[in-house]
């Protein structure tokens, strides 16, 4: 995990119960307010070993934020290169601004950086539908869908037969106030990315599960291993 800033601001319905905002009200923090971390550099910082973050590893990329919202537009500049310099790492950021990023793309940006992954939060069909044609109109090398917290039913056919998708997950929405998530909206997911051969993955159920008409309270601690012991990820 890279944090390089912290803090974002609510854009769709996906945002309501955000995990930034509960863990930064635990600590009397403000969420809104968008700052640089002390951990900026960490992809460049070396130990007498070598490199701290080690060749080869997944780098899930600024989660306590949005990569591409508009304060971090000057310093999302030194990332860009720290990802060019660090290309034995490769690092994941999923967004729910994707209409931003065709402005802010480095010069030598091509077809995409091969050492990363970009990832377009839908939480349901109609940002869906307003965000993944913007999303497969862009020149990224890898995508992914990310549907969570999944608010509703989503029909992602249309979007999934072009060869672009590499993974969609799934998952409720925990926390707070968590609005319930039918296991048949997810079903719906993986039976279309078993149809157009593409990645699945359940990631957890949320703390509100409706399965068979019956509606299910989560404990956190269990939400991914009950996702996980569905079965229903397709690899």
Not at 221 to 227: D, F, L, P, R
Request: glycine share 8%; aromatic share 10%.
């Amino acid at each position: 995990m890279w944090n390089p800033w912290h803090g974002c601001h609510r854009v769709s319905e996906g945002c309501r119960n955000c995990y930034v905002y509960r863990i930064d009200g635990t600590h009397g923090r403000e969420s809104g307010e968008v700052s640089l971390n002390s951990d900026f550099l960490l992809p460049l910082r070396e130990s007498r070993e070598g490199w701290k973050m080690k060749s080869g590893e997944r780098v899930y990329t600024c989660f306590s934020s949005d990569f591409l919202i508009a304060e971090a537009d000057e310093w999302r500049r030194d990332v860009w290169q720290m990802m060019r310099v660090r290309q034995d790492l490769h690092f994941v950021f999923f967004t729910k601004r994707i209409e931003r990023l065709k402005a802010v793309l480095p010069p030598d940006w091509g077809e995409g950086y091969e050492n990363v992954t970009v990832g377009c939060t839908c939480e349901n069909q109609a940002r869906a539908d307003e965000r993944l044609p913007i999303f497969l109109s862009l020149p990224i090398m890898h995508r992914l869908i990310i549907c969570e917290p999944l608010l509703g039913r989503i029909d992602l056919r249309p979007y999934l037969d072009r060869g672009k998708i590499e993974e969609v997950s799934a998952g409720g929405e925990s926390g707070e106030g968590a609005r319930e998530c039918d296991f048949a909206w997810v079903m719906e997911l993986r039976d279309a990315c078993a149809e157009a051969g593409v990645r699945f993955s359940y990631h957890q159920t949320g703390a509100l599960l409706r399965r068979d008409g019956k509606l299910y309270r989560i404990p956190r601690c269990q939400q991914k291993e009950q996702a996980k012991r569905a079965r229903i990820d397709v690899l």
